[in-house]
T-cell receptor
Framework: AQKVTQAQTEISVVEKEDVTLDCVYE???????LFWYKQPPSGELVFLIR??????QNEISGRYSWNFQKSTSSFNFTITASQVVDSAVYFC????????????FGKGTRLSVIA | DSGVTQTPKHLITATGQRVTLRCSPR?????VYWYQQSLDQGLQFLIH???????AKGNILERFSAQQFPDLHSELNLSSLELGDSALYFC???????????????FGPGTRLTVL
């Protein structure tokens, strides 16, 4: 069985602070994909990143960075110099490394960035 | 815009009623997934169709059913609605399986169902 845990239900930060969203996963598959999605107040799901289990390199995209550590089954997401527009619910998700499989989502972390 | 469309955007109905949610996948995508996002359960997978056939079932209630039509659009039917069925229902589509490589799921904007 697969499971994704986002222990932080809600986080509140002041604008320009850095914030890290934690994601811990469980899977028996040796190969799998991990994802982060953003859900702004408007409700749509916005894809942020996909990482396969072969690639443990950290990734940076602008103010966003991701730290994948297979040893601790974690895939954490850091926003640097947070902005009010970053306020959203962020979901971590997991799926096996095969053609068409559903995503298993964590419960999400609600991030509020205060001006 | 993901290219996946869902109608209606909002739906308000009463307990005991039946509703149908519609999803049109991206052009060329054969797979359609349905997910439910509720306050207590979070985002969870309901059912997956590929080229008209059911491929996988998740936590889908017996009161719920789905189908995928020859033109590849899909409908999710919810019957005997209860207050707890109020949720945001997402549809996602992806291309055909390709021998072990992940096929991106593109999410629609969702249908917000409110049961009063």
């Amino acid at each position: 069985a697969q499971k994704v845990t986002q222990a932080q239900t809600e986080i509140s930060v002041v604008e320009k602070e850095d914030v890290t969203l934690d994601c811990v996963y469980e899977t028996r598959d040796t190969t799998y994909y991990l994802f982060w999605y953003k859900q702004p107040p408007s409700g749509e799901l916005v894809f942020l990143i996909r990482r396969n289990s072969f690639d443990e390199q950290n990734e940076i995209s602008g103010r966003y960075s991701w730290n994948f550590q297979k040893s601790t089954s974690s895939f954490n997401f850091t926003i640097t110099a947070s902005q009010v527009v970053d306020s959203a619910v962020y979901f971590c998700a997991l799926t096996p490394f095969s053609g068409n499989t559903p995503l298993v989502f964590g419960k999400g972390t609600r991030l509020s960035v205060i001006a | 815009d993901s290219g996946v469309t869902q109608t209606p955007k909002h739906l308000i109905t009463a307990t005991g009623q039946r509703v149908t949610l519609r999803c049109s996948p991206r052009s060329g995508d054969l797979s359609v997934y349905w997910y439910q996002q509720s306050l207590d359960q979070g985002l969870q997978f309901l059912i997956h169709y590929y080229n008209g056939e059911e491929r996988a079932k998740g936590n889908i209630l017996e009161r719920f059913s789905a189908q995928q039509f020859p033109d590849l659009h899909s409908e999710l039917n919810l019957s005997s609605l209860e207050l707890g069925d109020s949720a945001l229902y997402f549809c996602a589509s992806s291309v055909a399986p390709s021998g072990g490589y992940y096929n991106e799921q593109f999410f629609g904007p969702g249908t917000r169902l409110t049961v009063l």
